[in-house]
């Protein structure tokens, strides 16, 4: 059975192999926008599991590990407890119908890259999820909130 933070982990992989597979489509608008909204729901239903088992069967002791490089202490360290799980909860909630609603609102900008939109706000999601959930306060809270703060950029300047 997969912990929460390994439930967090696999939603934010999701996020960027969806962002990597909706560029490709781009072509095809409502492709890129189902793919996306696809990535979107399955992250979404990850993090809705990992809240669901912190907040019924308690958070995890330690926080989990993975990417380790011990030698330079690089390790990228998530821990979901009550507090991350109601903000998980929240950005998934809102996640879901944004991307739905993406969907036939890609269809106004015909001159615009959806490419560049999707991409965007999936790696804006993962960096959300990431930056919820990292006990690394030093690297990975700045490596997760610049992850979000580029994709944002890009996303309020799409138009």
């Given at each position: 059975?997969?912990?929460?933070?390994?439930?967090?982990?696999a939603a934010?992989?999701?996020?960027?192999?969806?962002?990597?597979?909706?560029?490709?489509?781009?072509?095809?608008r409502?492709l890129?926008?189902?793919l996306?909204f696809?990535?979107a729901?399955l992250s979404?239903?990850?993090?809705f599991y990992?809240?669901?088992?912190?907040?019924?069967?308690?958070?995890?002791?330690?926080?989990?590990a993975?990417?380790?490089?011990p030698?330079?202490?690089?390790?990228?360290?998530?821990h979901?407890?009550?507090?991350?799980?109601l903000?998980?909860?929240?950005a998934?909630?809102i996640?879901?119908?944004a991307?739905?609603?993406?969907?036939?609102?890609?269809?106004?900008?015909?001159?615009?890259?959806?490419?560049?939109?999707?991409?965007?706000?999936l790696?804006?999601?993962a960096a959300?999820?990431?930056?919820l959930?990292?006990?690394?306060m030093?690297w990975?809270?700045?490596?997760?909130?610049?992850?979000?703060?580029?994709p944002?950029?890009?996303?309020i300047?799409?138009?």
């Amino acid at each position: 059975m997969m912990t929460a933070e390994q439930a967090v982990f696999a939603a934010i992989l999701v996020c960027l192999a969806g962002a990597l597979l909706t560029v490709p489509a781009a072509k095809n608008r409502t492709l890129a926008g189902v793919l996306g909204f696809l990535a979107a729901a399955l992250s979404a239903s990850l993090v809705f599991y990992a809240v669901w088992r912190v907040l019924t069967l308690g958070p995890s002791s330690e926080p989990a590990a993975f990417w380790s490089r011990p030698e330079i202490g690089f390790a990228v360290r998530l821990h979901v407890d009550g507090l991350t799980a109601l903000f998980l909860l929240l950005a998934a909630f809102i996640a879901v119908p944004a991307a739905l609603y993406s969907i036939p609102y890609m269809k106004r900008y015909a001159d615009y890259s959806a490419a560049r939109y999707y991409r965007s706000f999936l790696v804006f999601l993962a960096a959300m999820y990431g930056l919820l959930s990292t006990t690394d306060m030093i690297w990975f809270f700045f490596i997760f909130w610049q992850m979000m703060t580029l994709p944002g950029w890009a996303l309020i300047r799409f138009e």
